[in-house]
């Protein structure tokens, strides 16, 4: 019997491998400013996997390189962010195991996307990557992931204790704290940060197990 009424995925990095993708585009965006503070460029998006791409440009900008950042830079770098990562995000290759999961149960259960990725962008990689079916609705920036979570519950008459929030981030978790809901951790390496009383899968291939655990 499955314990969980709903379950929610971050998509990069839990559904697909596409956080490096991301990494390297940031790099890039960054490069003429130094390997110092492409290394902070980096070490800050990997540290806040959730983070909108909005958000973290006002924080290189205005943190990092002491700039302002006016609309039209802001929209000038989101562009040239786009064109590098979609294409590849959508070509990225899934988590072991999410595929299977999602083919297996989406019958079965509610399934929602909830994303750091501006929403109409998260749709368009979904729909070319042929997975649009398998989610009631996929929800993505400038939403955040306490709000988003939020919603779901309101819409879906979920108790938060049965619903499941998968993330890969402590952003991912502060949000289904936030809500109240369950959450579980994509550990892909030994730093993400979780505490260790947060459950954890390597993978998408525990999942099954898991979600029958009582």
Known sequence: MIRFDAIVFDFDGVLVESVNVKTQAFAA????????????????HLANG??????????????????P?????ENR????????????????????GAEEFLAKYYTNIPLFVASGTPEE????????????HYFRAVFGSPAKKGAILRGILENGGYRPEKMLMIGDSLLDMEG??????????RLAQPD????????TLP????????????
């Not at 950042?69 to 830079?73: A, R, T």
């Not at 998260?122 to 042929?130: A, D, F, S």
């Not at 993400?192 to 459950?199: E, K, R, T």
């Open 29 to 44: 965006l960054y490069s003429g400013y130094g390997d110092f503070i492409v290394e902070q460029v980096v070490a800050f």
């Open 50 to 67: 959730g983070l909108s791409r909005f958000e973290k440009f006002r924080y290189f900008h205005n943190k990092l390189l002491g700039l």
């Open 69 to 73: 950042l006016s609309l039209e830079e």
């Open 77 to 96: 770098l989101a562009a040239d962010f786009n064109a590098r990562v979609e294409a590849a995000v959508i070509a990225a290759p899934w988590v072991d």
């Open 121 to 132: 962008e998260l749709k368009r990689i979904l729909e070319k990557r042929h997975i649009s």
């Open 176 to 185: 289904a704290k936030e809500a109240g809901a369950c959450f579980l951790g």
């Open 192 to 199: 993400n940060g979780f505490p260790p009383d947060v459950p």
């Open 203 to 214: 993978d998408m291939i525990g999942l099954q197990k898991f979600v029958h655990e009582n």
